[in-house]
């Protein structure tokens, strides 16, 4: 089997966050692409294989369920942070993308570390990212809102042990992504021969 590496650097290259507020408004992704997004996601490596990523996807009036759970829970556990930008952000920011896929983080095996676990979803995340961008979509990792509240992890299926590690939101570009920047790589690196 052989694959054009070039085409592999192009598609890491020029991979780019599409915020919500960049997504064609109405425009749905078919759930088969969603699936193969999902599935190219599952192929992420593991420690001992203990595939920990969980995800739920939203769509159609599912958006709106996340919208209502994740406003008022913000609204009840934030306290004197409470911002009514930020609340209505969470209620009106998921019905303007096709899908959004929150990424949780199963503690399948509890002798591995736990970091291990997180780190093989992040590798699903980026297999997601980087299939989104190949199918001309655009999306983004997003932590903010109600992320790390432990409150949230049953309403996504988690239990006290796992993680909700985010949301990755999805939608049909309306611009191409800018030119990305990174420093070399030449200053990150300690060759030892």
């Not at 998921?94 to 949780?104: F, N, Q």
Request: proline share 6%; hydrophobic share 40%; glycine share 10%.
């Amino acid at each position: 089997m052989s694959f054009d590496p070039n085409q592999l650097n192009d598609l890491i290259r020029t991979r780019r966050s599409v915020f919500v507020a960049q997504f064609e408004p109405g425009k749905i992704i078919p759930d088969d692409i969603i699936w193969q997004l999902l599935e190219n996601a599952n192929w992420a490596p593991s420690h001992k294989r203990t595939e920990s990523w969980r995800f739920t996807v939203f769509t159609g009036t599912g958006l709106q369920k996340l919208a209502d759970f994740q406003a008022a829970l913000y609204k009840e556990t934030a306290g004197p942070k409470f911002s009514d930008g930020k609340y209505e952000k969470l209620r009106e920011s998921p019905g303007h993308c096709s899908h959004v896929i929150a990424i949780g983080m199963k503690r399948v095996d509890q002798g591995l570390p736990e970091i291990e676990e997180i780190e093989a979803v992040a590798c699903a995340v980026q297999n997601l990212a980087l299939s989104a961008h190949a199918y001309g979509l655009g999306g983004f990792w997003s932590t903010g809102g109600i992320t790390y509240t432990d409150e949230a992890k049953a309403f996504f299926g988690l239990g006290p042990e796992d993680k909700l590690l985010g949301f990755f939101n999805l939608g049909y570009p309306r611009t191409t992504a800018p030119d990305g920047k990174r420093s070399p790589i030449t200053e990150k690196v300690s060759w030892v021969a």
